[in-house]
Structures are given as structure tokens and as C-alpha cells.
């Protein structure tokens, strides 16, 4: 692999992006490796969870701007590009963007497109595509917007401003912050935990709350109510009330 570096400890898989000469920029050849790495790896039951991060200077500093720069719109439009990164949007293993330094542009919406967005106290979030004269490609007017309300969308969509780690845990973007050298630990840590939980009821947790942001509260409901119905299909669902009434921790085993 060139563009991206991967460990995986017990049940968690970390991915590294690492294009440093340009800031991690993400390119179809980036976007294909991820992809083409993560996708066996999300029907694995012994993988509970993926933590995507990236350099202490840029998470990623958007899509990369040489490759985009001289295409067309037919070129844009037949090869549907970006279209590629819809397939990390829908891996249904969890995952946690652990952003340090610059998520702009693509990188916030990379960010976005996981569970959870945890910052270093370093992190600079925005979608400056207005200054290259277009505007985000992959969710960011849709994502950002349903998950940090209009007024603030709009103050970065239209100045392309940076919003720090700070504002951003405000705004409710960014779910913890943390010093940055603490960053990776506890962003493992959390990781840790939520892939010790049986992985199908960690998957109905994440769709359901995905679906509060797309569907009118009914369905939501519904959806969640089935949900949780379906779950009791599972043996974690019988290990883990056994294990509360015997009052000990319970063993998810992911089925
Ligand atoms: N694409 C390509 N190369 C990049 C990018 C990028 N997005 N960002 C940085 N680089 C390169 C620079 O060209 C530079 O290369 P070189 O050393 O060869 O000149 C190297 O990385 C280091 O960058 P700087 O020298 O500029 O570093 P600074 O610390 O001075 O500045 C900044 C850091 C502020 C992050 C600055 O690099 C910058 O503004 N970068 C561009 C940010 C941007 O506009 N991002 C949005 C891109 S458009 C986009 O993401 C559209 C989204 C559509 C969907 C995306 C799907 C993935």
C-alpha cells in the first residue's frame, strides 16, 4: 500500500493516511486503497471497529487539488467522480475519525463520513472549495449542515473558514477533544471499548442513529423499534442480560 498505513490490535484496525509531501490530499488511487482494504475487513466479525487518522500537521487537507485541476465536467460527470467514496460512507463497521491539524475540505467530509470525530486540540476543520471557486463534493453542505445546524454551515461553506477543535466540539461536530499527544491513546481506548460490544447491535446502534438525520421521526422510530426487535435474534442479546442478572461482565461474542 502507498497512501495509507494499517495495524490492527485485538479488534480494532487503525488507518493511517499518509501522503505527507501534500498534506495527506486524498486521490482516487488513496480512496481506492482504503476502500479496497476496508471493505473485507467490515464483514470480518473479529474487527470491531476502524480508527482512520492521519499526521499531526493534516488529517487531510482535502481532495487533491492537482488531480482534480485540469478534468472536465463530462470527465467529472462520466467517471462520477468521488462517487468511490460512498463505499466508506456505507462500511457498517464503526468508525472514528481521529482528526489532528488540518480536515479540510474532502478530509472534513472524510471526518464526517465516520461515527464518531474525535479532535486533537490542534484540529482546524473547514470547507474552503469556495475559494477554489467551487464547493464541497462529497456532503459537506449535506452532512455538515444536518450536523451543526445552518447558521454554522453557512459561516464556513460561504467564507471558508476554519473552525478549531474547540468551536467544533461546541458546534457539535466533534464529539471529544483532546491534547494532542493523548489524541491516538484515547481514541484507541474508546475504540476498544466499543468493539468489545457484540459487533451486530454495535451496527443497529449506528444505523438507527444515522437514520435520526435522514427520516422523519415515525420512521425513525420504527426503524429503531425494529431494530432493537431484530437484536433479540442474537445470543449477545441473551449473554449480555444473563451476564447483568448473574451480575458479571458479559462475553459478546458477535452473533
Ligand atoms: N491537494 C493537493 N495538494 C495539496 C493540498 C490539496 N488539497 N493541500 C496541500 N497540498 C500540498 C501543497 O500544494 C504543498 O505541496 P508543495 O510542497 O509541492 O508545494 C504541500 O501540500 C504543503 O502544503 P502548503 O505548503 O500549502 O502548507 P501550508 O502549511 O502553508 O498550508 C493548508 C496548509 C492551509 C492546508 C494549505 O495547504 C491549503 O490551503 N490546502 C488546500 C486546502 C483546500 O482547499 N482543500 C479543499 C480541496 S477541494 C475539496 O476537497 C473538494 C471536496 C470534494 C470532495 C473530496 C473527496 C475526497
Redesign the pocket.
Known sequence: MNHIKIEQRDRVVTVQLHRP???N??NTDL?TELVDTLRPLDRDPDVGCFVITGSDR?FA??????E?ASKTALEMFTEDF?AG?DAFAALRTPKIAAVAG?A????C??AMMCDLIFAADSARFGQ??I??G?I???G?TQRLTKLIGKAKAMDMILTGRLMDAEEAERAGLVARVFPADRLLPETTAVAETIAAYGKPAAMAAREAVDRALEVGLREGLLFERRAFHALFATEDQAEGMRAFLEKRPARFRGR
Open positions: 509531501e501534500v498534506l490530499a486524498l480512496m493534516a487537507a482535502g481532495a487533491d487539488i492537482r482534480m468521488f467514496w488540518y479540510l475540505g474532502g478530509g467530509e472524510l474552503p472549495e475559494t477554489l467551487v464541497p463534493g462529497i459537506g
